[in-house]
């Protein structure tokens, strides 16, 4: 691994599956494929390479624990901070030096 050209962060990547596309994307020289005969230890048998298993993202849902309504919600973060910029102004309005 340390004297692959390529680092052996590639050839991490490409453990436990079929690495052959992975390898002629690269492009690899004719020396480069001499040196895999090297290497090579046999063929894969298909049916033993499990399934590809397709990750299914879990529904995302909105905290809301004591199930307030949604409207209300959007009204707040529409309302906090204009309170809170007024608030600021009041302030500063408030404690002006004349
Ligand atoms: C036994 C298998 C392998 C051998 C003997 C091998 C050998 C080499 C050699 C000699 C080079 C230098 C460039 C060249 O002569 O083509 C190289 C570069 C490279 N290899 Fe491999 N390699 C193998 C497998 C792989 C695999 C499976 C991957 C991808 C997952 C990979 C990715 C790369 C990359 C990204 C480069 C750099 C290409 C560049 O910078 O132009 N190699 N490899």
Redesign the pocket.
């Known amino acids: 691994m340390d004297d692959?050209?390529?680092?052996d962060e590639?050839?991490l990547?490409?453990t436990g599956k079929d690495?052959t596309n992975?390898?002629e994307?690269?492009?690899?020289?004719?020396?480069?494929?001499e040196?895999?005969e090297?290497?090579?230890i046999g063929e894969i048998d298909p049916k033993t390479v499990p399934a590809k298993r397709t990750y299914i993202p879990p529904q995302q849902t909105t905290y809301n624990p004591d199930k307030t309504p949604e409207f209300v919600i959007k009204i707040l973060q529409f309302l906090v901070p204009l309170l809170i910029l007024g608030l600021a102004i009041a302030v500063r309005h408030y404690t002006k030096k004349e």
């Open positions: 692959h050209p390529g680092g590639v050839l990547s490409a690495a992975d390898f994307d690269v492009g690899h020289s004719d020396s480069a494929r040196m895999m090297k290497y090579y």
